[in-house]
């Protein structure tokens, strides 16, 4: 077994780390903490934990001293105001885009809250035979990246149907939600009447299409415009997608860099036009900007879905730098999902 002292650094990205903090934690402790994540995170974290090889001690010290770092002098790890104002926002779904009422749903969505902890596919087959507004309600309660895949899976000839449904679904009936949280629960609901919920629209559409790539998203958008273009056009102007990334700012392009792993960006940028490459590399170490060239240049060629997958990674982490204020978007950032 090779000595901690001559044991190779390796750069870990943010889901490689967080795995590896929490297999060291243990399992009941890791328990207590998968406790208070959403079922995306909780998917995503457990994939990394099963998939993450060879780690030797001094990926563990690196780990925890990354963690530690972070906290600093805050034992907390966070601003206490700025965290409980995060969190109620969160839970009166006010947060990561989500804008269903949860103060207003209470616990009468349970049927729907099951749906997010199953695969993707699976949802996609009970949706299939679906009315495409039920579709529309069913998605627009999913974080975008988990409703980008099930729409993959939702027969091609209702997917423009359900986008434009969510495009143009703002408020729901409480009771018309009930009953579809009844079907899917297979239960009854006493949930009557009151104020509107607030679900979909544009803005929640762009999101998902901004994920969903392989040309679905641009057929898609076709599609709707042969009847609705204004809300076709209304769509597109709200997505954000990978070329994009060329009207942000330096500071911003060194942000996004940080947070995205080496052979990730390379992948990216072989679909990229020679401008973006160049701006990346411009933001880099000289010596990175040299292996990224090598990189590029040398490696044979790549499946068009890996570099469309590589770019969707990039796309959600603007994303959500944005939403943390760390980067600004082009043109301000307010008009960008």
């Known amino acids: 077994m090779p000595n901690s002292a001559i044991e190779e650094v390796r750069e870990l990205s943010g889901l490689d780390s967080a795995a590896i903090f929490l297999l060291a934690l243990g399992k009941d402790n890791a328990a207590k903490v998968l406790k ?5 995170e909780v998917q995503q974290i457990g ?12 990926d563990i010290h690196n780990v925890m001293l990354s963690f530690l770092e972070d906290v600093g002098e805050n034992a907390l790890g966070v601003d206490p105001n700025e965290y409980a104002q995060t969190l109620m926002a969160d839970a009166l779904g006010g947060g990561g885009g989500h804008l269903m009422d949860a103060a207003l749903l209470g616990d009468q969505v349970k049927g729907l809250e099951a749906l997010k902890w199953m695969h993707p596919s699976t949802i996609s087959n009970m949706l299939r035979n679906e009315h495409p507004q039920v579709v529309a309600i069913v998605l627009s309660y999913f974080e975008p990246d988990q409703a980008a895949e099930v729409l993959r899976g939702i027969p091609e000839r209702f997917q423009a149907e359900v986008i434009y449904r969510i495009a143009t679904l703002t408020t729901i009936q409480p009771r018309a939600l009930f009953d579809l949280n009844d079907v899917l629960e297979n ?5 009557e009447g009151g104020k509107l919920a607030t679900i979909g629209g544009e803005k929640r559409a762009a999101e998902i299409l901004n994920l969903v790539g392989s ?9 709707i415009a042969v009847e609705h273009e204004d809300v076709s056009k209304a769509i597109q102007d709200k997505m954000f997608v990978f070329d994009d990334i060329e009207g942000i700012d330096d500071r911003g392009i060194q942000s996004i860099v940080a947070e995205v792993p080496n052979e990730v960006l390379v992948l990216a940028l072989k679909g990229a036009d020679n401008k973006l490459k160049e701006k990346f590399l411009a933001n880099v170490s000289k010596r990175q900007a040299d ?3 090598d990189d590029l240049e ?3 060629p790549v499946k068009l879905s890996a570099v469309e997958e590589a770019q969707r990674t990039i796309v959600q982490t603007v994303r959500r730098l944005a939403d943390e204020d760390k980067i600004m978007m082009p043109g301000g950032g307010e008009e960008f999902v």
Not at 36 to 40: I, V, Y
Not at 187 to 191: K, L, N, P
Not at 215 to 223: E, K, P
Request: no cysteine.
């Open 36 to 40: 208070h994540l959403n079922p995306r």
């Open 47 to 58: 994939s990394a934990m099963t998939s993450v090889e060879n780690v030797t001690r001094r």
């Open 187 to 191: 239960a009854s609901s006493d949930g």
């Open 215 to 223: 040309g679905i998203d641009s057929r898609i958008l076709d599609d």
């Open 291 to 293: 292996i990224m060239r």
């Open 298 to 300: 040398s490696g044979g």
